[in-house]
């Protein structure tokens, strides 16, 4: 119950006093004798006090229930005040955590999420102080020093990209046991697989099945510590070719730990393709010099056999019934000696001595021996013009082109064909557009055709180029070194080829001679003219060869000493007053025989020297400077050519 204000309370509390003292007693009032004055009078006086205390008390009711509606509406609205402010408070609250609490949470959420996409460039907005404007600011720090990252580690991954991609070497990268992550673009021409394709592929799937065992072995080796390692492979593409490669491995580390294998591989085709010719290359040396021996004791051979069949018919009767053998074993000598020759042609280093030679009767003289090379499916045939003039040539050499030539056609038909000699002549123009580079002037041209397989315009481009050939197993040499002799010899060579048509190579080579004239005979040795005391120092080491041309010597009317070594011809040569000439063997055990001849030139610089010899070894072009005062006469030999060799050099 409300309590009443302190000043109302005061006038209730008196109205009771009051009534207690003119409160009559009722039992009094029950009794007779009211109408006694005193009483009325105390009735009356009750009464008034009763009227004013009722009036007291309406206003009092009045007072009261103003005062309570006061009260109620002051409770109302303080009521109403507090709701509205604790509304407002509430609301700011929710302002203010939404502002400074949910909207940065909400935004470092999102920018979170973007970071995980991968965009790095959202940034949160930083509202106020406080821990979480602390949070926002550290937070797009960070991704200012990712963005940072991002872009080095995206300049650095561009500069190791392109490389990668762009390098001529095979890059491959692997996990350890092999299997491709990635491949570059040398690799996928080298192996014909796209990248997707080669992904998933392991290395062991790619090499030839002879390396799958290699490739094991390296990389169990570079589990074991081994870091680096460098071997050949060879990997069959997905077209079936197989590529031999030189590939170099490392491993590759994440923390400290191997994770995969980064390799290059180096296309090494043509180096193996090089090697291959260097090898063939030591091997025809190699042949050579062993058929260079070979030919030395054969050609010492054959001068005997040549020798002592010219001596037996130089005394035989013309009826001699004995007469045709002993022509017949000097045939065979002589077709032994150019068979010699022909062997020598493909290994030696020649000692060139151009001469004026018929090309036909050269080229007549090699159809005889080609048939027999070319085998059965080819057919042989010659055209030759009488026209023709001569050439100043090495007979060695213009022999070795023509089979140079007519091997290359054979190769060109492995089923058989028609190959063709032909001679012609023709008179070039400077100016003529399908000769460019000849000089004007008459030429002698070799040609030769065959209906074999022809070639692609590109082939024909490259085909003198030193080791390039079409042939499984060619050396790519033949073709390079007629281009070479004709060179060196004025001449051109010329190529007519398509596919399916055959091929016809024309060499042009200056004219020596209007008319084709045969080359004089050596003069007899009775027509050679021997002056008093000449003095022929002989140097031989085979004794049989010694004894059979100083003979031959001695029966032209020269004094001949012989030595049967460098040592004997030193004494010799210390010893005698007069030594118009050294005949000496060139390959000989100790000092060869332009040493021998520098040696002697020491104490008789005006000494005149021949060689002989059927085969140089390369010794008259290494150690004698002068070659144009180089004499050589190959065996074997007649007593005829040697008369006239040494008549010349005498004369010389």
Request: proline share 5%.
């Amino acid at each position: 119950m409300p309590t009443l204000p302190s000043d109302l309370q005061q006038e209730l509390n008196a109205v009771g006093r009051e009534w207690a003292e003119v409160r009559p007693d009722p039992v009094r009032l029950t009794q007779p004798g009211l109408d006694d004055p005193s009483v009325a009078e105390s009735l009356a006086r009750i009464d008034t006090r009763i009227g004013e205390l009722v009036r007291t008390l309406e206003v009092l009711q009045g007072a009261v229930g103003l005062r309570l509606q006061l009260q109620r509406g002051r409770l109302l609205y303080v009521m109403g005040s507090i709701a509205l402010t604790s509304l407002a408070l509430f609301g700011f609250g929710i302002w203010i955590t939404h502002r400074y609490i949910a909207r940065p949470i909400r935004s470092l959420d999102e920018a979170a999420r973007r970071v995980s996409g991968g965009e790095f460039s959202q940034r949160v907005p930083i509202i106020a102080g406080g821990e979480l404007a602390s949070l926002a600011g550290s937070f797009n720090g960070m991704l200012e020093e990712l963005e940072r990252l991002l872009e080095a580690a995206e300049s650095s991954e561009k500069r190791y990209r392109e490389p990668f991609a762009n390098a001529n070497e095979l890059v491959c990268i692997a996990d350890l046991t092999g299997r491709f992550t990635s491949i570059n673009k040398a690799a996928e021409s080298i192996s014909s697989y796209t990248r997707d394709e080669a992904r998933g592929m392991r290395l062991q799937d790619l090499v030839a099945p002879e390396y799958v065992e290699l490739v094991e072995r390296m990389m169990a080796r570079k589990l074991e510590g081994d870091t680096q390692t460098v071997y050949e492979v060879e990997i069959i593409s997905k077209t079936g070719e197989r590529v031999p490669l030189e590939l170099s491995t490392r491993l590759t580390f994440d923390n400290g730990k191997p994770v995969g294998v980064e390799g290059i591989g180096r296309d090494i085709s043509e180096r193996k393709h090089l090697q291959e010719q260097l090898w063939l290359a030591q091997k025809m040396d190699a042949v050579g010099r062993l058929a260079g021996g070979i030919a030395h004791d054969f050609g010492n051979v054959l001068t005997i056999v040549t020798g002592y069949c010219t001596l037996l018919l130089g005394v035989m009767p013309e009826g001699d019934p004995a007469r045709e053998q002993v022509e017949g074993i000097k045939r065979a000598a002589d077709r032994g000696s150019s068979l010699t020759n022909q062997i020598l042609s493909f290994s030696r280093e020649p000692f060139v001595q151009p001469r004026m030679l018929s090309l036909n009767a050269v080229v007549a003289e090699q159809a005889e021996m080609l048939w027999r090379i070319l085998g059965e499916k080819v057919e042989l045939g010659t055209v030759l013009n009488p026209t023709v003039g001569l050439v100043h040539f090495d007979p060695g050499q213009l022999e070795q082109v023509i089979m140079n030539l007519a091997l290359n056609s054979r190769d060109a038909m492995p089923g058989g064909g028609q190959l063709t000699l032909a001679t012609s002549r023709v008179d070039l123009d400077e100016s003529d557009p399908a000769h460019p580079g000849c000089e004007a002037g008459a030429y002698v041209v070799l040609e030769v055709r065959d209906t074999g397989e022809g070639m692609k315009a590109e082939t024909v481009e490259r085909m003198f180029e030193p080791f390039f050939t079409t042939k499984a197993k060619g050396t790519g040499l033949g073709l390079s070194t007629v281009y070479g002799i004709v060179r060196e010899n004025g001449g051109r060579s010329e190529v007519e080829s398509e596919p399916g048509k055959g091929t016809r190579i024309r060499i042009c080579l200056p004219d020596a001679g209007d008319v084709e004239q045969p080359e004089p005979a050596p003069a007899a040795p009775e027509e050679l003219t021997v002056e008093p005391n000449e003095t022929v120092l002989l140097v031989e080491d085979e004794e049989t060869v010694r004894r059979l041309v100083g003979g031959m010597i001695r029966a032209l009317g020269y004094e001949v000493i012989e030595a049967r070594d460098e040592k004997d011809a030193g004494e010799i040569s210390q010893g005698t007053a007069q030594i118009d000439i050294l005949v000496t063997d060139v390959v000989m055990p100790d000092l060869n025989g332009p040493q021998l001849a520098q040696q002697i030139r020491l104490s008789r610089p005006d000494i005149k020297v021949l060689f002989m010899s059927g085969y140089t070894g390369g010794a008259l072009n290494y150690h004698v400077r002068d070659r144009q005062d180089v004499h050589l006469l190959q065996k074997p030999f007649t007593p005829e050519s040697m008369a006239a060799k040494m008549r010349e050099v005498l004369d010389s």
